[in-house]
Structure formats: structure tokens, C-alpha cells
């Protein structure tokens, strides 16, 4: 997403907190308390949709996810995400903190950034001591992972699968622009975003003069599209918590849409869930070549597969 015409920071950071239990105050916000959070990163809350498990937010820069055992939030641009914790913690106790994470992929700006990684994690640390990865090459398209388990036993059953495009097609790009389709609504129907799942209740947000983003969400499930159109630096990113047999079709779904020159794909699963059935990993779509393949299996009972394609 983007308010201007110059270079902005589309790929994300994300923080991502579990807890041991339940807490059925975590949605309430009495005390503007989510209003809080998000400001502390340099973003705002533009709109919110909620059902009966979990609550959406669109921000300024990209998503805030919030359900009874979870908060899960992405910003963009150049916003200082981890500047969150201590506002949530000020909240949630860290006694009932199951798990932490945090993932932050290459950055296109990382000298416009008020932070880098390391940094990020010893202030991360400063809170929860974890461990700290990179997966992929550290010249091309990574991410860099940090985690904090405070569990004794294997996660429940849970995924997360991320598509992280650049270069995204001329045609793909006018979608999202304000003066080019008009509304939100129209972005959403005539780049079919909206088919990828669509019994899922959508809120998204057009920006101007470009940039785009959507949440969805049925039941505890959601998805999250950003795209940012600019032309000396397009990015589109597709995340979901759907689990899947086989991530081929929604895949081929997402690339058909953006047509990228390149792009990762981000599959987060509990290693308990897929031990004996791992989900179908598409190494090679139709078009692309993959270039680089990294999987991780942490000791807190969470794995990582990441890979990289190219035309």
C-alpha cells in the first residue's frame, strides 16, 4: 500500500503472539487498547469486521488479527512492529505467552527503515529470550525469523502459507490504482481476489493514488492480501491460515492474478499436524523455475519451508 507516489517499503514484518489459554477479554477494547498498539507502530486502524472468533482490523499499513489465544499483526512501510510487545504486554501477562514470533522479509528501502533485524531481536529479547534464522540466500529474497517457545509440548494443529510476490504485471498493478478502477469494491471483483475465497466476509481499503489491501475471515480462518503498485518497486503479499491437503490450486490462483517476475512462497506448520501427510508443496509452478529451497525444523515444534521462483 502506499498514500504517495514514491519508493515504499511494501514487504512486511510480522509478530505473531500465542497464548496457553484462551482469554476472553483479549477482543475487548474498553480502553482503546488495539488503538494503542497499532499507533505504537507508526501505524492506525482504518476499519474493523469481526465474527464470533476473531476480530480483523485493516491498518494504515497492512493487518491486525486478534482471537481469544492469538494476536497476529503485519505492517509495512516503515513502521517499527516491534514496538507492539511492550503496549500488548501491558495487557496480556508474559506468564501466559506460549509462543512469540516474529518474521521480517529482505526489505527493497532498508536504509529508510527506523530498524534493522538484529536490532529487532535483542530488543525482542529484552522481553522473551528465542532464536533467531535466516532462511534463503542472503543476496536474494530471505526472510529472517525469530522465536520464543515457552511450551512443553507440541503446538496444536496449525499452518500459515505465505506468497510474496515482486514485479507484478502492468495489467495486475492497474487494479489498484485509484484512478484507475475507482473503489475498493471495484479492485477486489476485477482483479478476482474475491473468488480466492469467497465465502470469507471482506473488508478492504483502496489508496491513494495506489495501493491496495484486503482482509477475510470465516469462522477462525482469514485471509490477507497487500499489494503495493508502484512501478520502481511492486509487491503484492497473499497470507492465510486455511490448511490445506494441497496448496497448488490456491497458489495457481494468486499467481494468475499478480503474474510476478519472482516470489516466495511461506509454509509455517505445527510439525506434529504433518508428520505423516506433509501438505503438497508446489516447487515448480507452471511458468517458473524454482531457485532456492530452505526448510527448518525448530525444537519448539513449529517447521518452515521456504522457496524462491523465478520467470
Not at 514514491?6 to 497464548?19: Q, S, T, V
Not at 512443553?152 to 507484478?168: I, Q, Y
Request: hydrophobic letters at 40%.
Amino acid at each position: 500500500m502506499t498514500n504517495q507516489a514514491a519508493a515504499f517499503e511494501g514487504p512486511e514484518k510480522k509478530l505473531e503472539i500465542i497464548l496457553r489459554r484462551p482469554a476472553r477479554d483479549l477482543r475487548a477494547d474498553p480502553d482503546g487498547r488495539w488503538e494503542a498498539v497499532v499507533a505504537a507502530t507508526r501505524s492506525r486502524i482504518i476499519s474493523r469486521r469481526s465474527n464470533n472468533h476473531l476480530d480483523a482490523y485493516l491498518l494504515s499499513e497492512s493487518s491486525l488479527f486478534v482471537w481469544e489465544d492469538r494476536i497476529l499483526m503485519i505492517t509495512c512501510g516503515r513502521t517499527a512492529l516491534t514496538r507492539a510487545l511492550p503496549e500488548i504486554l501491558s495487557f496480556v501477562s508474559s506468564r501466559d505467552v506460549e509462543f512469540v514470533f516474529y518474521q521480517r522479509k529482505n526489505l527493497m528501502y532498508p536504509n529508510d527503515q527506523p530498524s534493522d533485524f538484529e536490532r529487532e531481536v535483542a530488543y525482542l529479547e529484552g522481553f522473551f529470550k528465542g532464536k533467531s534464522y535466516r532462511l534463503g540466500p542472503a543476496n536474494h529474497d530471505h526472510v529472517h525469523v525469530f522465536y520464543s517457545s515457552h511450551n512443553k509440548t507440541r503446538p496444536a494443529e496449525d499452518a500459515t502459507f505465505e506468497v510474496l510476490m515482486h514485479g507484478l504485471s502492468p495489467t495486475a498493478m492497474e487494479y489498484f490504482a485509484a484512478g484507475s478502477v475507482g473503489s475498493a469494491a471495484a479492485s477486489l471483483r476485477l482483479s478476482r481476489l474475491g473468488d480466492v475465497y469467497p465465502d470469507m466476509l471482506t473488508d478492504c481499503y483502496l489508496f491513494a493514488p495506489c495501493g491496495f489491501s484486503v482482509n477475510g475471515i470465516h469462522e477462525d480462518r482469514y485471509f490477507t492480501v497487500h499489494v503495493t503498485p508502484q512501478p520502481n518497486g511492486s509487491y503484492a503479499s497473499f497470507e492465510t491460515n486455511i490448511m490445506e491437503r494441497d496448496y497448488r490450486a490456491v497458489v495457481h490462483k494468486i499467481l494468475s492474478i499478480f503474474r510476478p517476475t519472482r516470489f516466495s512462497l511461506v509454509l509455517t506448520t505445527s510439525v506434529g499436524n504433518h508428520l505423516g501427510a506433509r501438505p503438497v508443496f508446489p516447487l515448480a509452478p507452471e511458468g517458473y523455475r524454482a531457485v532456492e529451497r530452505s526448510l527448518y525444523e525448530f525444537d519448539c515444534g513449529y517447521a518452515i519451508t521456504f522457496t524462491n521462483h523465478v520467470l
